[in-house]
């Protein structure tokens, strides 16, 4: 008699924003697909979704044996009403994960789940599947306390952190099996999402933040973690996490690793036949790539030297860019960040050669050299805005990124950040992104209190306003132009509109028309400005 397959509820709740999912509708990430791997690697049946589809087929609950959730810290009380609701229909073992679990006693006591997985969750799937999760049960606290990377309620209620896991080794990352291809069809209108695809893990920024911390810890200058031996940037003498201040990748993550060329030109392939048409080659520097082969069997922990490996960034691209679909047109793959300290003519070429006409994103952060510094930030403003400016010059379509309520946002500093912003839009920025300063769990300002909105901050008001407005101004440039979209569903707030997107991003695009151009890649004329990201088309 065959064995029954185990059967696993995964609930993406990345960005749903409180269960229903508005926040980037067209974003499906690279980590829950990546678990999804494991699971089917391991034997499973898997059904990834998001959680309105999981609250609608909330019948179907009792027909699973596990429920696993991935979420961000502003999508627990989405992960909690899935959590709930699984509690009342299934005694089945609940485990999340995800960046919320970054601080995973919190996130297993908000939303009542058994088991919080921290950081990279591949090996602890599997040693909590040979634990005991392969029988759909949880292991017991014994066996659970020698897992590492793990959240966990013990017996007696008390929630247990087993430690951080450390790092994967780059050969450890390339043999895991492949992330699922075919958990794209949970997701909606998944045909015209921008999936994710893993091209490095980790981040090589091992600078530190040089401002004092709420509990009394600061920088000394000893300058180890800047000039020191790559091995030794690994450890601060006064226990400070590295990287960006405000960023928790190197604490979770590790350094920088690629995986290789094979795997992800399979794996996108793999996406490709499952009807997928946007791709983004994911990482938090794309410039990281390769760079890591250059300095084994150390660790890539600085993230200038060495500058950008190449040759290994051109047998990546070359590869992907030869597969059929990409090179008819048919599909499109984009990029997503690069750390502008690694950008020059030679690099601004390349990507320009491979990736025309797509978007590219810029951190910038803060106008002021002297803030910059203070937050461990990798590169200065002057050299963000001239990384635009040779991207642009090069074809890409830079896209600059600011955050507002930093520490240390004084009144000098937001002055300079406002021209900053001017300047980026001069030297091509196609559009201004101005985030909150959010306060994370493992990163060194996990225990400042996250910036005020704008509203309330005459300083951060400032800069939002100067965003909006140059993004006003920016969009208008959108009318007239002939762009490529693929159509995803029809638009719930307006009777015969449908909703489409970019082929290489840009605003959401209202068209009227039946619904039986759904899943269709269209040529449109932008005739009008609905928002700062919504604009109508004609076909």
């Known amino acids: 008699m065959p064995v029954r397959k185990l059967y696993v509820l995964f609930v993406d709740c990345l960005g749903s924003v409180r269960g229903a999912r508005p926040a980037t509708l067209d974003v499906v990430g690279a980590g829950p697909r990546s678990i999804a791997g494991i699971l089917e ?9 998001t959680p309105r589809r999981t609250l609608r087929m ?44 970054s601080d995973p006693v919190r996130a297993v006591e908000r939303t009542g789940c058994d088991i919080g997985v921290v950081g990279e969750g591949e090996w602890t799937v599997e040693e909590l599947w040979s634990s005991g999760l392969k029988d759909g049960a949880l292991p017991g606290d014994e066996a659970l306390s020698e897992i590492k990377g793990i959240t966990f309620r013990s017996e007696d209620g008390s929630a247990c952190f087993t430690g951080l896991r450390p790092a994967s080794t780059r050969s450890e990352l390339n043999e895991l099996p492949l992330p699922s291809a075919k958990a794209v069809r949970g997701y909606p209108f998944y045909w015209a999402c921008r999936i994710y695809v893993e091209v490095l893990r980790g981040c090589s920024n091992y600078y530190r933040t040089e401002m004092a911390l709420p509990d009394g810890r600061a920088c000394t200058g000893c300058g180890s973690c800047r000039s020191g031996p790559l091995r030794t940037r690994y450890y601060c003498p006064e226990g400070i996490p590295p990287g960006c201040g405000y960023c928790s990748v190197p604490s979770l993550f590790g350094p920088s690793r690629s995986r290789s060329t094979e795997k992800i030109v399979e794996e996108i392939r793999s996406l490709i036949r499952q009807g997928v048409r946007r791709i983004v080659l994911s990482a938090s520097d794309i410039l990281d790539y390769g760079r890591d082969l250059l300095v084994e069997p150390e660790p890539l922990t600085d993230p200038r030297e060495p500058p950008a490996n190449l040759k290994a960034l051109e047998e990546l691209f070359r590869s992907v860019c030869s597969l059929p679909e990409v090179k008819k047109g048919d599909v499109v793959v984009m990029l997503e960040n690069v750390k502008p300290c690694l950008v020059d003519e030679d690099v601004a070429d390349l990507l320009g050669r491979y990736f025309e006409g797509t978007t590219i994103n810029i951190g910038v952060e803060t106008g002021s050299e002297e803030h ?9 403003p002057k050299e963000a805005i001239r990384a635009i400016r040779l991207l642009r010059k090069a074809g890409l379509r830079p896209q600059a990124y600011f955050i507002h309520g930093l520490p240390g946002q004084e009144e000098e ?36 209190p996250s910036g005020p909105p704008a509203t309330k901050d005459p300083l951060s008001h400032k800069l939002v306003e100067k965003a909006k407005a140059l993004n006003e101004a920016l969009k208008a440039r959108w ?7 693929v159509v995803a569903c029809r638009y719930p707030g307006r009777e015969g509109y449908l909703v489409a997107y970019p082929m290489r991003h840009g605003p959401v695009v209202l068209l009227r028309g039946s619904e039986g151009l759904i899943g269709a890649v269209l040529e449109v004329r932008i005739t009008d400005i609905i928002s700062d990201r919504m604009v109508l088309g004609q076909i």
């Not at 989405?78 to 299934?90: F, I, Q, S």
């Not at 910059?372 to 200065?380: D, H, I, V």
């Not at 980026?424 to 201004?432: L, N, Q, Y």
């Not at 009318?479 to 979209?485: A, C, E, F, H, M």
């Open 41 to 49: 690697h391991l034997g499973c049946r898997v059904v990834l979704t």
């Open 58 to 101: 909330r019948e179907r609950m009792g027909d699973f044996d596990i429920l696993m959730l991935s979420a961000m810290t502003p999508d627990l009380p989405g992960a909690w009403r899935v959590a709930h609701k699984w509690r009342e229909l299934n005694k089945g073992p609940i485990l999340l994960g995800g960046p919320a679990c």
């Open 372 to 380: 910059a510094r203070k937050l461990g930030r990798p590169s200065s």
């Open 413 to 448: 500093a937001v002055r300079l950040t406002l021209r900053a912003m001017e300047e980026s839009v001069k030297a091509g920025a196609e559009r201004i992104i101005m985030y909150r300063f959010r306060s994370l769990p493992m990163s060194a300002f996990g225990d400042f």
């Open 479 to 485: 009318k007239g132009k002939r762009v490529d979209v």
